[in-house]
């Protein structure tokens, strides 16, 4: 059997949009990636700022927006439009051909509004469907698909979709496609044994060891649907997930989260 | 000899982008056309109300809008994010495979920032190239891209280019490909003898019955520029181009520019 081509899917946080010069180094990584490769990027904190610039106010409840009709247009022009464009005409500038995409675009990321059960969140899409031909179709024809937080319906509705789940959800339907890697780029160097010290990445992550720290208290609190989500990317068949920021990512001293140490 | 494949290039104007029945309807006429279609939109009314909500106020000298750098941030935002994704989601629900795109994506289209001359026109882009691999590419994967008018220079500067102009662009670097039809979908069903008669639509006109009217002043101002680039366009292999509104497109009783009527 053939050994299934390299993938690499990176999701880009808030932070990294927000300074000029890691952004500039980070897609600098995206270009250097060998074989074909996807960018996933949020944007909340340019959405938050146009959205008070015309006298709305970000709404969230539990780290999720509240996506209102007016908020809505606001993260599709921020997302879709401003950050997305952006990072398109710096990746070409590099020599990369990033193409942009949100979900509708191709059908990519079909999605539904989310139910309203305790909480109303509005226009926040959940996914049903990866269009993996799609996908296919741009990555063979040597596109680069940078992936904004935008989904849509299908009968015409856009969605906002969290980005970390747009990554995720990418990487488990290429997984048996490609041989595919999962890196997030926050603002941590990876998965800190003190959270208080930069120092402190732990280098792997096993499901064993996930849950011995975990029961320890080690691990704790924002990190660990973020690890959640990546051991379940891991058993739909993603070869890696690596945690970290653009300098532990690049020397490779990120958190490499594995399906097992030996 | 095959012949070419047919590609209809469709352009919608402001108006169009407005009212929510006419943008359906028209949106269903760019779904019927039978073989690869590429849509090209503008959007400058909803970017003014954006630039008006914001404290900003639109700049125009000629009809060309003057781009400072916040309001190039303002039409990337409401080109290729808002109105982008709306016009594809509204398309995917009608079963038409949109793909949104600017000219920085897949590096469609390349310009340069307008020298300044007499007048500054900020970050206003003439194009320099269409990229015919790209959309070839795009087109053979069976996606419909759907245009909005931002390029960019290839250095990592986005730019404001209008969509007349792209529409025209794409139509002649495609036209040693394809079988290209260029339609102008704009509010008047067509090139009129008489400006305030919308029932005295010529229906055909050629370069001889083009210099004719003009020298009788029945053609006059505003269409001047649209005809001029129309006849350009077949000059340079463009099939037809038919200019008109909705209602005359679908009913095929738009004004066609031709190169000969023999």
């Known amino acids: 059997m053939k050994s299934p081509v390299a993938l690499t899917i990176l999701k880009i946080g808030g932070n990294v949009l927000a300074d ?9 990584l995206f270009t250097r990636l060998a074989g074909p490769a996807i960018l996933v990027h949020g944007g909340g904190r340019r959405a938050d700022e146009l959205l008070a610039a015309l006298g709305h106010k970000a709404q969230m409840v ?3 927006r509240l996506t209102d009709a007016p908020t809505l247009e606001v993260v599709t022009m921020v997302y879709a439009g401003l950050l997305n464009k952006q990072l398109v005409a710096l990746l070409q500038a ?3 051909n990033a193409l942009g995409v949100s979900g509708a ?3 990519l990321l079909r999605a539904h509004q989310r139910p309203v059960q ?35 319906d299908g009968a015409g509705q856009l969605l906002n979709t969290n980005a970390d789940t747009i990554a995720a959800s990418i990487a488990t339907a290429l997984a048996p496609h490609y041989a595919v890697a999962l890196w997030y780029c926050f603002e941590k160097p990876g998965v800190l044994l003190d959270i208080n010290d930069d120092q402190s990445v732990i280098p792997v992550l096993d499901p064993a060891r996930y849950a011995e720290l975990k029961s320890q208290g080690v691990i704790h609190s924002g990190m660990l649907p973020k690890l959640d989500n990546a051991f379940a990317t891991l058993q739909q068949g993603v070869q890696e997930v690596q945690l970290g920021n653009l300098a532990s990512l690049t020397r490779q001293k990120a958190t490499r989260i594995i399906f097992s140490i030996d």
């Open 118 to 152: 305790d909480i109303d969140y509005g226009f926040a899409g959940d996914i049903d469907a990866v269009n993996v031909p799609a996908f296919q179709a741009l990555l063979g024809a040597r596109f680069a698909p940078v992936c904004c937080a935008i989904t849509h």
């Open 20 to 28: 000029a010069d890691q952004l500039h180094q980070t897609l600098a």
């Open 62 to 64: 539990n780290g999720r």
């Open 94 to 96: 590099q020599g990369c």
């Open 105 to 107: 675009d191709g059908n």
